[in-house]
């Protein structure tokens, strides 16, 4: 449960950070899939160490639809 707790800290943190993230912010741990629109990775914020999924589709494919 304080495992939970402190997630949520960080994830309250982060959600009030007012820059964007950029690719460099995270660690790729692996890669979790492929779906139809782009790649799914394990990663880690590497500002406040928590372990994210990252989604990244390429700029033409957002173009297309």
Known sequence: NSISNSLLRKSYSINNNSRSFVK?????????????YG???LTIN????????LKSISKS???ED
């Open 39 to 41: 790649d799914v990775s």
């Open 46 to 53: 590497r500002q406040v160490g928590m372990l994210c999924a």
């Open 61 to 63: 494919t957002i173009l």
């Open 24 to 36: 460099e912010d995270f660690v790729v741990v692996r890669k979790l899939g492929k779906g139809k």
